[in-house]
């Protein structure tokens, strides 16, 4: 099914649940804590983060691409499903990415999913965990064309596991702890699958 057509098919089967209470949550208290919530997880100037990116630096677009893809797969792919089991677009995304890295479909084609992406993560916006998982999967997706959505998808990726394995009532101070955990793991996966020595290293400005 085209991508336009699952996103008719997503917002028709959605419409009708927006208004239901989720989680133990009554309509307005539940929108009350949501707005409170961080779309992303992190700062630039964390020594975690600091450590990554001075990584992502040494790595082609190439490798971080395989890498941002691969970790949102496993990672936040899952919380994204959860929410939204009868939603295939992001695995057709990640997907989309692999068949690119392995020469078997054009970077403009990705690029153009990658933007109809963007558009369909807005209609998560009523799960955080699953909303976050989604940005975080398209910003990965993206990586391959801009190098600097690694930082992002990070941020996302943080956000989409701490509000998942936390629910939406926990203190600011326990969604940073998680957010560090996942930073490690990410970081520690990137470490598995760089190259050494690579010969076609990203430039890239994080602070522009």
């Given at each position: ?15 009708s649940?927006?208004?239901?209470s989720?989680r133990g949550f009554?309509?307005k ?15 630039a ?17 190439r490798?971080?691409?395989g ?18 089991p009868d939603?295939?677009w ?12 392995a020469?078997?479909l054009?970077v403009s ?10 558009t ?11 909303a ?7 910003t ?8 600097t959505?690694a930082?992002?998808f ?10 998942d ?6 203190a600011?101070?326990?969604?940073d702890?998680r ?9 520690e ?7 050494a020595d ?8 994080w602070?522009?």
């Open positions: 099914m085209a991508i336009r057509a699952q996103h008719a098919l997503w917002l028709e089967t959605r419409c649940a927006l208004g239901r989720t009554c309509r208290e539940r929108d009350d804590f949501m707005a409170k919530l961080r779309k992303m997880l992190g700062r100037d964390d020594p975690q983060i600091l450590t990554l990116m001075h990584l992502l630096e040494t790595q082609s677009r490798t971080l691409a890498w941002a893809a691969d970790c949102a797969k496993r990672r936040y792919l899952p919380i994204f499903e959860r929410a939204f939603e295939y992001p695995k057709e995304l990640l997907e989309a990415v692999r068949s690119c890295l020469g078997e054009a084609e990705v690029k153009r999913l990658v933007k109809n992406g963007r369909l993560a807005r209609g998560a916006a009523d799960e955080p965990a699953a976050a998982a989604a940005q975080a999967i398209v990965a997706c993206g990586v391959l064309q801009t190098p959505n930082l992002g990070v941020f996302y990726g943080a956000a989409a596991a701490a509000y394995e936390l629910g939406l009532r926990a600011q101070a326990e969604y702890v957010a560090a955990l996942e930073f490690d793991a990410l970081t996966y990137l470490r598995q699958v760089m190259v690579e010969p076609d290293p990203i430039q890239v400005n602070y522009c």
